[in-house]
């Protein structure tokens, strides 16, 4: 069942229970936004459930990035008449040419998804992208009568495709904010995800930071977030440099699970070798000069 809390006026946290995953509600006068939708049709479902106990207004939905747990519900809101699904314009790209292969990951929790079996199982591309080719920060307002909700794209992070959704003072910041759990490196840019972390924890303006998974924070913790990440790349690679050093016994003086450690890892060595091919991690293309930059959740070779 759906927990909603109403954290400023009108607007609204979502957490489901699957993949402890965080939506967000925003209501205006004409209209109202949804942001993520959850991994199939089930867990589309029950958002939109908690969301027209809510509202009967017309939808809008977000998708704050290309991860499963992002987008694969967005058929649920299409069937309620929703015909806007904002994004980043990497994150259509990525969706409409490799969503499919993230079917996979969803199998326990959404089947029918997996299996393209049953109604709400189709993907939906975002149609409505924030300006712009996607390499440079961006933003967008979206007016839903009598209020304004902002889009923006500060930079690599979490993934290339991260999308902040902001209202009054409350900011829904999917998964560059992470409490409760690890931050998750498959998809990331560490180096520039701690840049983005200090650029979101100088934004006077937002209160209320909702995180992709867990409880909504202030930015103090994004503070400590950044100082955590920026000390752990350190310490990884200070300890490959060193050659006499375990990699395995400097990993137990990290902040983090081995696992997510060993993710991190993975993707520095990764990032560092494309780095030392000459490919430039600041302007990540795509379409006709395609890097190859995105990573395993998102290309679905994860599994
Ligand atoms: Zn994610």
């Given at each position: 069942m759906a927990r909603t809390t109403e954290i400023a006026d009108g607007v609204y946290l979502i957490a489901t229970d699957n993949y402890r995953l965080n939506s967000g509600l925003i209501l205006g006068s004409e209209e109202a936004m949804v942001i993520d939708t959850g991994a199939g049709p089930r867990q589309g479902a029950e958002i939109l459930r908690a969301v027209r106990r809510i509202t009967e207004l017309p939808l809008s939905v977000v998708?704050?990035?290309t991860h499963f747990d992002r987008f694969m519900g967005n058929a649920v809101f299409e069937s309620d008449g929703a015909d806007d699904f904002w994004a980043h314009p990497r994150a259509a790209h990525a969706i409409?040419?490799?969503?499919?292969?993230?079917?996979?990951?969803?199998?326990?929790?959404?089947?029918?998804?997996?299996h393209q079996q049953g109604a709400n199982t189709h993907l939906v591309i975002?149609?409505?992208?924030l300006p712009g080719d996607g390499s440079r920060a961006s933003f967008t307002r979206v007016e839903l009568g009598d209020r304004a909700v902002t889009l923006?794209?500060?930079?690599l992070a979490h993934t290339d495709n991260d999308v902040l959704v902001g209202v009054d003072d409350v900011l829904f910041t999917g998964d560059i904010l992470e409490q409760g759990s690890d931050p998750a490196f498959d998809d990331s840019y560490p180096d520039q995800w701690v840049s983005t972390l200090e650029q979101l924890a100088a934004l006077d303006r937002y209160r209320v930071f909702v995180p992709g998974h867990g409880m909504p924070v202030e930015s103090p913790f994004i503070e400590r977030m950044g100082q955590t990440m920026k000390d752990a790349i350190h310490s990884i690679r200070a300890s490959k440099l060193d050659q006499n050093a375990s990699t395995t016994a400097a990993m137990y003086k990290l902040p983090y699970s081995p696992g997510a450690t060993r993710i991190l890892l993975d993707r520095l060595t990764w990032l560092d070798q494309k780095e030392e091919a000459?490919?430039?991690?600041?302007e990540v293309h795509f379409g006709d000069n395609e890097t190859g930059l995105t990573g395993p959740i998102t290309l679905g070779e994860g599994q």
């Amino acid at each position: 069942m759906a927990r909603t809390t109403e954290i400023a006026d009108g607007v609204y946290l979502i957490a489901t229970d699957n993949y402890r995953l965080n939506s967000g509600l925003i209501l205006g006068s004409e209209e109202a936004m949804v942001i993520d939708t959850g991994a199939g049709p089930r867990q589309g479902a029950e958002i939109l459930r908690a969301v027209r106990r809510i509202t009967e207004l017309p939808l809008s939905v977000v998708n704050t990035h290309t991860h499963f747990d992002r987008f694969m519900g967005n058929a649920v809101f299409e069937s309620d008449g929703a015909d806007d699904f904002w994004a980043h314009p990497r994150a259509a790209h990525a969706i409409e040419k490799y969503g499919d292969r993230q079917r996979t990951y969803v199998e326990v929790l959404e089947p029918e998804m997996t299996h393209q079996q049953g109604a709400n199982t189709h993907l939906v591309i975002p149609n409505r992208l924030l300006p712009g080719d996607g390499s440079r920060a961006s933003f967008t307002r979206v007016e839903l009568g009598d209020r304004a909700v902002t889009l923006f794209y500060l930079g690599l992070a979490h993934t290339d495709n991260d999308v902040l959704v902001g209202v009054d003072d409350v900011l829904f910041t999917g998964d560059i904010l992470e409490q409760g759990s690890d931050p998750a490196f498959d998809d990331s840019y560490p180096d520039q995800w701690v840049s983005t972390l200090e650029q979101l924890a100088a934004l006077d303006r937002y209160r209320v930071f909702v995180p992709g998974h867990g409880m909504p924070v202030e930015s103090p913790f994004i503070e400590r977030m950044g100082q955590t990440m920026k000390d752990a790349i350190h310490s990884i690679r200070a300890s490959k440099l060193d050659q006499n050093a375990s990699t395995t016994a400097a990993m137990y003086k990290l902040p983090y699970s081995p696992g997510a450690t060993r993710i991190l890892l993975d993707r520095l060595t990764w990032l560092d070798q494309k780095e030392e091919a000459g490919v430039s991690l600041s302007e990540v293309h795509f379409g006709d000069n395609e890097t190859g930059l995105t990573g395993p959740i998102t290309l679905g070779e994860g599994q």
